[in-house]
């Protein structure tokens, strides 16, 4: 009986938070033992983790597989052995298997699916071909590396599905019944709609009504949940529908992109797709436990603690008078708390006869330029949100939807970290502040949500303490019961003399990271430039094109039809013979100056070697689009942009530049950041710059005909490094795909062609030559990585950028 009891209780289900309890003491135990198991091989595809953890069965994975043979008995010594202490009901599942080599794979999307994240079929192929294992280099590009992660099975869903909660299902849409109190994982997009009863998902209650959500379920964060909170007949009837936004085609140009989305079948969807067949696949998956997942990934729910459910409670209660500042340590949970408690305030109401309207939505401050929500990198932004968001910050890396929400205005800080000119970024965010008040005229019920960056310490904790004094907001909230005093005690005394609120909570550090903060900023500024928003449809798409192929804007710097009137760098003054070659390649912000007062009255500082700006000056003509513009009346900003500009001499390139040493920023009162933009190539004959940019023309012509003068910001971001190794990827995945075709079998040679015909054989040839030319452009070398033998032309290649990142061509262009 004890046996048996025992047995009930280890298979029961657990909730996220007794786990991580059990693993906490169960680690506390195992730090003991003396003994160190060696580390396990990881495969190639998956990126490494931030911090990488070892799991709490490292003993048992170590051990060989011979000792999976022993008795029942022997066994059982064994556990009586070590003293770990769990408490009833908090004893999780522990198989863990031996992780097997994980390819990374890009599957043809037309004819394998959305939702397919290889197959076995090229498994043979990627062997030869798969992406090597590197570390993150100076450039800030980093690929997949092994670092070795062991697979823990997790539950996941309380609920399993069968056939008896399965109202109906096809092969596009799933529709369920959830009791209450129980709750669904799912992984990958997905619609949802629900029918009947309300149900919670990230923070939002969600009620009945005609209204679709998007939601993305990725496996580089922890996974919503989506609990039934109450219900019709003690159930609520949720539909699940695929939906192709395109951004799961983002892996066939980048590795970070790989093993993100659901893969093969769950057993769960097999018993769905039943009646339509095997062979159909849904861009999302359902999970019963981690165990479910193909790829053998490291899952696990998004958790929100007790405390932080009754502080999202007593938050919203205040309405409209809630102006919140969300701080604390990295890494402590201060984005899902924020995103929790944004999801919450925009909670739908349930429908009423005089028909719903939307509330007055909520303002959400963004001081974080590091990692921020919905804008790229390097920039703080005021949003006004109308709609909950779910899914992590790299889809929806930037707002332009009325529905649901915009951006009221931004600023580009030019780095990751305030902490490079914290001047610069207090007047920015006081400026945000002040736009906030006049979105109170309009909207007088909106609150605010401030979102405050990791840097807490030192200056960082200053400048907190100033903007609690002086910002007149009704609560902090501070992410840590761990202090430390020395911020805790400045933190409370700023409150006490602003009479505002201050809640403490406890932080809620993410377990596992499958990509690091490098990598998750690569990945958001990949999926900035990739993103669309076309006006016939409600929800973004991303393209699939390389972006090297995308169609540049042609601006004019200098002549009739002068577009970009100036060019700035962030930081350190920039040598006039080195301005070329730090923009050819490099992310720049496009800025709109609005007024003269933007730029500091004292003069420039004389620059050696320079032609003066009266070559070019008298015309106002801009081409932003590639197409000649109207011509329009001389404004009050370009005499005082051009008495700041000296020109290089031998690209003309307008430098604006005012300070001693370092560069004065932009008054952020007198300009605002329009978003960011890649300078492809610089043509000096013709006077233009080719810039990508998913900036919408109508902004950039709308800046102009309010008399704004448009200025190109270098800053200290990383280079683009992902931008220019897409096409390599692309033509990897093209020679992937047609080798799981011609050859199906996963044991045929990749590199014979012996079985091949002719015809064949010549469009094989086709597909490794285009990979050659991806591999040996201009503006691309292969580097070795110490740690292996890389050879030239495999995937595991690490790019670094030469000094010309485009050729000054016009086929390019073209």
Known sequence: MKRKAEKQQAAAPVSAFAARKARQQQAQAQAVEASVKPAHTESAGEPPSKKPRRSLDDKTIAQPIVEERQTRSQKQKALKTEEVPLKKNEDITRKARDRKPEPVVSSDHEEQGPSDEGSEDEDAIVEEAGVMSVSENGDGYESPADTPVQTVEFPLSKARLNKNNIVYSDE?????????????????????????????????????????????????????????VSG????????????????YRLRELSP????????????????????????????????????????????????????WSAAIKSLSQRGGRLQVLICGPKASGKSTFGRYLLNHLLSPAPQTESQYRNTDGVAF?????????FSPMGQIYLAHLRSPVFGPPFTHPALDSRREGTIIRAHHIGATSPKED????????????????????????????????????????????????????????YMSEKGPMEVVEPLSQAARAAKTALTILPSQPTEFVSRSSAQLRSMQMQSYFHLSHPTEIANPLWLEGPVSRTKPFLVHYAGPKQG??????????????????????????????????????????????????????????????AKPSTTTTTTTTMPTLESNITRTSKEHLPYLFVGAGSSTPLDPKSSRSLGLAIVRSIKATSHQLELITPIPGSQIRGAVEQGHGIVLVRGLLDNPNWAISEEYYLAQAAERRFRSRVRPGRHSNPKSTGDLGDEQVRILGTLQDRIRRAQNVPWMTVVEDRRHVVQRGQEGALWKLRKKAYPDSGSEAE
């Not at 019709?232 to 951004?247: L, M, N, P, R």
């Open 564 to 625: 970009i009137y100036g060019i700035m760098g962030s930081g350190s003054q920039i040598s006039l013979d080195l301005l070329a070659e730090s923009l050819e390649g490099a992310l720049v912000a496009v800025v709109a100056v609005e007024s003269p007062t933007a730029i500091p009255v004292a003069g420039p500082t004389p620059l050696p070697n320079s032609h003066h700006h009266d070559d070019y000056a008298g015309h106002d003509e801009m081409d932003m689009d």
């Open 422 to 477: 914290p001047d610069h970024y207090v007047l920015a965010a006081t400026n945000l502040l002040e736009h906030y008040r006049a979105l109170l005229a309009s909207y007088p019920q909106c609150p605010l949500i401030i979102n405050y960056p990791g840097w807490i310490f030192g200056l960082g904790l200053e400048v907190a303490t100033y903007l609690v004094r002086s910002l007149g907001l009704s609560d902090v909230v």
């Open 172 to 228: 596009d849409t799933l529709c369920v019944r959830i009791r209450e109190k129980l709750s669904f994982v799912l992984i990958g997009q997905y619609d949802l709609w629900v029918k009947r009863g309300v149900v919670s998902l990230m923070g939002a209650k969600l009620h009945p009504s005609p209204r679709v959500y998007r939601v993305y379920a990725p496996s580089t964060h922890s996974l919503p949940v989506l609990k039934c």
């Open 256 to 307: 970070l992109y790989q093993r993100v989305w659901n893969h093969k079948n769950t057993p769960a969807d097999k018993l769905s797709l039943q009646k339509v067949g095997g062979a159909s696949k849904r861009t999302f998956s359902v999970l019963h436990t981690s165990g479910d997942d193909p790829l053998n990934r490291h899952l696990r729910p998004l958790h929100m603690e007790k405390q």
């Open 365 to 373: 401050l963004d001081l974080d330029p590091g990692q921020p929500e």
């Open 232 to 247: 019709v007949d003690g159930a609520a009837e949720v539909e699940f529908k695929s939906c192709h936004s395109g951004i």
